[in-house]
């Protein structure tokens, strides 16, 4: 209840704001404006600041919205309650035609692909004749309740907010959830994510056609608001201070974009009003002021208002504890009588004329610690992205019991039970701890967005917390399961990364350099707790630079050199081998 608090309160002053006597219409008409510009921002808050996804052409999905209730309404006379589902319908569409091409671009390509076909669908809203042309379409009719129709700015202002508050709700429901975490761990990059099954075009495309679909729904209330549709309000300028909008509230926050909206359409309605008085008239002034008091508003609050407001509360929201006395099931996986749990067979990666990893061969056997070591550039953490498929060998086999993972993806390799951490921590740093290792539980859940968005898979999500805050227990990082993953120390970030991996329930655990950054007893809880693993039945494949704790922890190891295996043997007979000491240990061992 505390929670749902502030919601509450906000609706509530919503709600009374056009019942006050004497009320300006023009405040009214702001805030219609406000509640418009906020339903756009939210989309690109889960697309840009959440997803990591940027678009500039937010406002054509304003378009698609309003030109098709404008087309049903006038020219076919259709109810506009009835254009309602078709309106986010054509919307929807759209993102999915535009974001099969979009979503798969990066980096600086993807802002300049939203600008392109941004640019291109406003020109084609002002020339087709069916849509008015420049002129766009007038007469659209209001919004009706039996004899009620919503004529003016104070009638169709609760049918705006209501939209407003019932996304909002929608949105946080989706981010709070395991589809909201597949999501914001996109913005960390793509491999992070798809080693724990993630379909990540999947995910990008979902929140691509979610933000167009909540445009389109702010495109048909500006119809109906407006009663005409043209295309200036779809255009690029409008694209670009919609996202304005969504950084200065706070790109990754939810009622970021309901607070950001109001800073921007306040501050240039002002500006727009009183600045040709001050200075005599002079056009686009107000242009000028509003870019520097963003840029200097953005200085003050980099990450945006809303968590520049949040953070200097003077209480923070209680979390709720996961009942740890929940289990989920042990994923499905084919058994077999073979004690070899991971087959290497002459597996080699090539990048042009660089061999990095040279017909390398070895297993890994059921209950076994094998370590993979060598000195840097000696194909390690190559040979690890073979066995995981980040990358595809060149020619050679590997084989999880039996099965052949030749060129498979990193989301069917980890359902076959194989589990990793990397060299570089990938963690989603403004996520807390327990979010971040539910990640690694991404494939033992079952519910989706839309379920997600209507709270039906609280029983799933229950479950899901309640494995990953018992993985964090098993790591000893039970104090700071609730802590940002980005304020911890490298070496606990490492420790929290083992933990996500374990949330996989894996047979074979690889481990990419996990006593680095550690001190002394946390290298020995370390240990303690992978030959705790060995003897529960797992197999552990690590990479570890210090030889005290690989020689002390690992059955086997595997020594390469310039991509080549040079030894393997027990930790006895490699701190013996010739050649090892002289590719890697040094005469001193």
Do not use: C
């Given at each position: 209840m505390s929670q749902r608090l502030p919601l509450i309160i906000f609706t509530l002053a919503m709600a009374v704001i056009p019942l006050i006597?004497?009320?300006?219409?023009?405040?009214?008409?702001?805030?219609?404006?406000?509640?418009?510009a906020a339903l756009v921002a939210m989309g690109l808050v889960l697309l840009t600041g959440v997803g990591g996804l940027t678009s500039f052409g937010q406002a054509a999905f304003c378009g698609f919205g309003a030109y098709t209730t404008a087309v049903l309404t006038t020219a076919y006379g259709v109810s506009p309650w009835l254009t309602l589902p078709a309106s986010l319908l054509v919307s929807g569409i759209a993102a999915v035609l535009l974001g099969i091409v979009t979503v798969r671009l990066s980096g600086h390509y993807l802002p300049l692909?939203?600008?392109?076909?941004?640019?291109?669908?406003?020109?084609?809203?002002?020339?087709?004749?069916?849509?008015?042309?420049?002129?766009?379409?007038?007469?659209?009719?209001?919004?009706?309740?039996?004899?009620?129709?919503?004529?003016?700015?104070?009638?169709?202002?609760?049918?705006?907010?209501?939209?407003?508050?019932?996304?909002?709700?929608?949105?946080?429901?989706?981010?709070?959830?395991?589809?909201?975490?597949?999501?914001?761990?996109?913005?960390?990059?793509?491999?992070?994510?798809?080693?724990?099954?993630?379909?990540?075009?999947?995910?990008?495309?979902?929140?691509?056609?979610?933000?167009?679909?909540?445009?389109?729904?702010?495109?048909?209330?500006?119809?109906?608001?407006?009663?005409?549709?043209?295309?200036?309000?779809?255009?690029?300028?409008?694209?670009?201070?919609?996202?304005?909008?969504?950084?200065?509230?706070?790109?990754?926050?939810?009622?970021?974009?309901?607070?950001?909206?109001?800073?921007?359409?306040?501050?240039?309605?002002?500006?727009?009003s009183y600045l040709p008085y001050i200075f005599g008239g002079q056009s686009q002034?107000?242009?000028?002021?509003?870019?520097?008091?963003?840029?200097?508003?953005?200085?003050?609050?980099?990450?945006?208002?809303?968590?520049?407001?949040?953070?200097?509360?003077?209480?923070?929201?209680?979390?709720?504890?996961?009942?740890?006395?929940?289990?989920?099931?042990?994923?499905?996986?084919?058994?077999?009588?073979?004690?070899?749990?991971?087959?290497?067979?002459?597996?080699?990666?090539?990048?042009?004329?660089?061999?990095?990893?040279?017909?390398?061969?070895?297993?890994?056997?059921?209950?076994?610690?094998?370590?993979?070591?060598?000195?840097?550039?000696?194909?390690?953490?190559?040979?690890?992205?073979?066995?995981?498929?980040?990358?595809?060998?060149?020619?050679?086999?590997?084989?999880?019991?039996?099965?052949?993972?030749?060129?498979?993806?990193?989301?069917?390799?980890?359902?076959?039970?194989?589990s990793r951490t990397f060299q570089h921590v990938k963690l989603v740093p403004d996520m807390t701890v327990l979010e971040n290792v539910a990640i690694g539980a991404?494939?033992?859940?079952?519910?989706?967005?839309?379920?997600?968005?209507?709270?039906?898979?609280?029983?799933d999500e229950a479950r899901l917390l309640a494995e990953a805050a018992r993985q964090i227990e098993r790591v000893g990082l039970s104090d700071q399961i609730d802590q940002l993953a980005g304020s911890l120390s490298l070496g606990q970030q490492r420790i929290v990364e083992i933990a996500r991996a374990l949330c996989v329930d894996p047979q074979l655990l690889l481990l990419d350099e996990p006593a680095a950054g550690l001190r002394h007893m946390e290298k020995q809880r370390l240990a303690a707790l992978l030959r705790q693993l060995r003897d529960g039945g797992m197999s552990v494949l690590l990479v570890e630079h210090d030889m005290g704790f690989v020689m002390d922890l690992a059955d086997r190891i595997v020594v390469l050199d310039f991509g080549t295996k040079i030894a393997e043997g027990a930790p006895a007979a490699i701190k013996r081998n010739p050649d090892v000491i002289k590719a890697y240990l040094g005469a001193a061992a």
């Open positions: 006597p004497g009320i300006p219409p023009f405040w009214i008409v702001l805030l219609d404006n406000i509640g418009l692909g939203t600008i392109a076909w941004g640019i291109g669908l406003f020109y084609l809203f002002s020339k087709l004749e069916f849509l008015g042309r420049n002129d766009g379409i007038s007469g659209i009719p209001p919004l009706s309740i039996g004899s009620f129709r919503m004529l003016s700015p104070d009638t169709i202002y609760y049918a705006i907010w209501i939209a407003v508050l019932v996304s909002a709700l929608l949105t946080m429901n989706l981010l709070d959830s395991r589809t909201g975490r597949a999501i914001r761990a996109l913005r960390r990059g793509h491999v992070a994510a798809e080693a724990f099954g993630v379909q990540t075009p999947r995910a990008k495309l979902l929140v691509f056609i979610y933000a167009a679909v909540l445009a389109g729904l702010s495109g048909w209330l500006y119809a109906h608001f407006q009663r005409a549709a043209n295309p200036t309000p779809f255009g690029a300028q409008a694209g670009i201070e919609y996202l304005f909008i969504a950084v200065v509230g706070g790109a990754g926050y939810v009622w970021g974009a309901v607070l950001g909206a109001g800073i921007v359409v306040v501050l240039k309605e002002v500006l727009q002034l107000e242009t000028i002021v509003f870019g520097i008091m963003l840029v200097l508003l953005l200085q003050l609050a980099p990450a945006g208002v809303w968590p520049w407001l949040m953070s200097r509360l003077p209480f923070k929201p209680a979390r709720k504890t996961p009942d740890t006395s929940l289990k989920l099931e042990h994923p499905a996986r084919a058994s077999g009588t073979s004690p070899v749990l991971l087959h290497i067979e002459k597996a080699r990666k090539q990048f042009g004329g660089v061999i990095a990893v040279n017909d390398v061969s070895f297993d890994v056997n059921a209950r076994e610690i094998v370590a993979l070591i060598g000195p840097n550039g000696a194909g390690k953490s190559t040979t690890f992205n073979l066995i995981t498929g980040v990358l595809t060998a060149t020619s050679g086999k590997i084989a999880v019991l039996g099965k052949e993972v030749e060129n498979a993806p990193p989301q069917e390799v980890v359902k076959l039970g194989v991404h494939l033992r859940g079952s519910s989706g967005a839309i379920s997600s968005m209507l709270r039906l898979d609280r029983t």
